[in-house]
């Protein structure tokens, strides 16, 4: 049908064009990453963007080592593994109490939960901070993990409730009748059918854990708790003038995460674009 | 609906909602409640120094009382000027991307994969690396303008005070326009594929199915996207931070809520911070600027919906 005529062909050329340079605009800083991470600092600066004339694989080893990423790395993973599980725990529990159990208070519960999608957590960060200060948890993990999970619930909560509701009613009848409790149903029955929600919800929170500057920037004081993007920030501060090294540091914090993407695109784009619109 | 026991039993689904409800409470709306009350008090946060109540000054300093009120009507004038870019080149240029993705017949969903993948780095990380491309001497960006001949645009981009703040949203949109062409596209495909074939048929060009028949079955989610720009404005603060500095330079041309905030609230200001306080109802007023338009968004999306 579009291509019925000539200069409709044409045209669909010209938005393939349009469409390759956008993509080669995204590309273009990320290869100048990957040449730049094994160049030699001077290559670097007479070659900014062009095939490495030799393979300094040493940087990463800089990097990783004597930079700290080793440690960032581990910091990141331990504080995104912690909190999308419960993340994931709080809220599929509250998800479903409130889908599918009646009692007076629960339309109030559920409006204090989705009240929160349109309060953004970082206005109030002075509270909170004073709030961890006085608990103790400042240059803590456990601060990151608590905020986290808090600020995840309306959206988790709100999109859970949801698929819990569509869960036809005769399952759950049955399985009480069995003699099944509230737990059993919970975990046995109604958890595994909304798999598809609980993914979208990991995703989300996992990326958002691990890619969050703010909370750790204001957070974490001491460099061997830091996550990836402040240690990162520490790491500019440090070896300003090493780009290579710096490079290589990009590579290790940006590549494990489009890995990732690139195999699971589909649930990437799916949790990120629902839980960007709360 | 199972809760069907007797006694104490009949309760115990309470215990299955304290974990969500406990953090929620403790770290989201507390500190949210606590953020108006402070916005009242003149106090430097230190435990045990004297905290005042001094009703609506922190409020009249930002309004009108300078230095806090240059500084605050500076960084809101760049936050509308950030938002006028990002409906150009957020919302726009997605909006024209997602069109070029349905009228091309094959490798869309690849160039959709591409055009989103930087949405899954930290916006911080995205910072740090084009700092490095971004910079006059060494960077990858001039280098390559200056190799195809285009010498005279080998700027000093994040140097210079008028070219700032648009290279530091150019970044930002690098990003993040997968978003807004995910959005947009979604909705070009709910158009009714009869409707423009119809169309076709009577005669009428691409532009001419996208501006009578797409654009205006599209436009709620288009508000819904602008909506968010205006929003996503206030809430610019990393990219800012790691590519200019919590001073928002050069000379302040990048200075937005979101930074002039934090220095209010960690310092920064110089010794006339009175912190607290002040951060507090800085907060408050942005708040109160970004909700109604929100709101609204929600509104105009909800009664357009009903009537497509």
Redesign the interface.
């Known amino acids: ?3 019925r005529n000539p200069r ?1 062909k044409w ?2 050329i010209g ?2 064009v ?2 390759i340079i ?2 080669l ?5 990320l290869i ?2 990957l040449f ?1 991470s094994v160049k030699s600092t001077r290559d ?2 007479v070659n ?2 062009g095939w490495p004339s030799e393979f300094m694989w040493s940087n990463y080893v800089r990097a990783w080592k004597e930079a700290n990423f080793a440690i960032y790395f581990k910091n990141s993973l331990y504080v995104t593994v912690i909190s999308t599980t ?1 993340i994931i ?3 599929s ?2 998800a ?3 889908a ?4 007076k208070l629960n339309a109030w ?1 559920h409006g ?2 989705i009240a ?1 999608l ?14 961890v200060r ?1 608990l103790g948890l400042m240059n803590k993990h456990l601060a990151l993990i ?2 986290y ?3 995840a ?2 959206f988790a ?1 709100f999109l859970l409730t949801t698929f819990f509701r569509q869960v036809p ?1 005769e399952l ?1 009848e049955a399985a ?1 009748v069995e003699g099944a ?3 059993t ?2 975990w046995r029955i109604m958890l595994p059918l909304v798999r598809p929600a609980l993914a979208t919800v990991a995703i989300f929170e996992a ?1 958002h854990a ?5 909370f750790p920037l ?1 957070f974490l004081r001491s460099n061997k708790l830091m996550t ?3 240690g ?2 520490v790491f ?1 501060g440090e070896y300003a003038t090493d ?1 290579a090294t ?2 290589a540091a ?1 590579t290790i ?2 590549v494990p ?2 890995v ?3 195999f699971m ?1 589909r649930q ?2 799916a949790g ?2 629902q839980g ?2 709360k | ?5 007797k006694g104490l039993g009949r309760y ?2 309470w215990l ?2 304290v ?3 406990l ?10 409640i ?2 108006i009350l ?1 916005s009242f008090y003149e106090w430097n ?1 230190v ?1 045990g120094s004297p905290k005042t109540w001094v009703g609506l000054a922190n409020y009249a300093k930002f309004l009108y009382q300078p230095p806090f009120s240059t500084m605050f009507w500076r960084a809101l004038s760049h936050n509308f000027i950030v938002f006028g870019l990002l409906l150009m080149w957020s919302t726009g240029l997605g909006t024209l ?1 997602a069109w ?2 349905t ?3 094959r ?1 869309s969903s690849f ?1 959709k ?13 995205t910072g ?3 700092s ?2 971004l910079n006059p001497q ?3 960006v001039n ?2 303008l200056r190799k195809v001949g285009l010498d005279s645009l080998a700027m000093p981009w994040l140097g210079d005070s008028r070219l700032a703040l648009p290279t530091v949203i150019a970044v930002n949109v ?1 990003h993040g326009l ?2 807004p062409v ?2 947009a596209l979604a909705a070009m495909l709910s158009v009714p594929k009869d409707v423009l ?1 119809a169309a ?1 048929v009577d005669g009428a060009n ?1 532009f001419t199915q996208f501006w009578k028949i797409t654009f205006p079955i599209i436009l709620p989610n288009l508000i ?1 996207l602008m909506a ?1 720009n205006f ?1 996503g404005a206030f ?1 610019l ?2 990219i800012v931070f ?1 590519m200019q500095g919590a001073e928002a330079g050069p000379f302040y041309s990048t200075d937005l809520v ?1 930074t002039l ?1 934090y220095r209010t ?2 310092g920064g200001m110089g010794a006339t911070a009175s912190g ?1 306080g002040l ?2 109802a800085l ?1 408050v007023v ?2 109160l600027i ?2 109604p338009v ?2 609204i968004a929600t509104r105009i999306q909800r009664r357009y919906s009903v009537e497509v």
């Not at chain 1, 349109?118 to 709030?131: D, E, K, Q, T």
């Not at chain 2, 994969?113 to 990380?125: D, E, K, L, R, Y």
């Open positions: 049908m579009i291509w409709l045209a669909a938005f393939h349009v469409l956008y993509a605009i995204v590309m273009f800083p100048t990453m730049g670097l600066f900014p963007f419960t725990l709080a809220s529990m509250a479903f109490v409130l599918r159990i009646k009692f519960i204090l939960f929160g349109v309060v953004p957590s970082r206005l109030a960060i002075i509270p909170l901070f004073l709030l006085d608590l905020i999970t808090g600020g619930m309306p909560i009613n759950a009480t409790g509230t737990w149903i919970y990326l691990w890619n969050d500057f703010f204001i990836v993007p402040v990162l920030s500019f780009w710096l490079f990009l914090s940006i995460v489009i990732l993407f690139i695109s990437f784009i990120l674009t960007a619109v | 609906m199972y809760a069907g026991r115990s689904f299955m909602l974990p969500a409800l953090p929620y409470l403790v770290f989201k709306i507390y500190p949210f606590n953020s402070l946060g435990p991307m070029f993705l009228q091309v017949r490798g160039y994969g591409i055009i989103f993948m930087p949405n899954t780095i930290s916006i911080a990380v740090f690396l084009w490095l491309l060494f960077g990858a280098a390559l690098w997968g978003f995910l959005i074939e076709e691409r819904n968010l929003s809430g603060f990393e790691v979101g905030f609230a960690f607290m951060g507090a907060a942005t708040f970004v909700i929100s709101l």
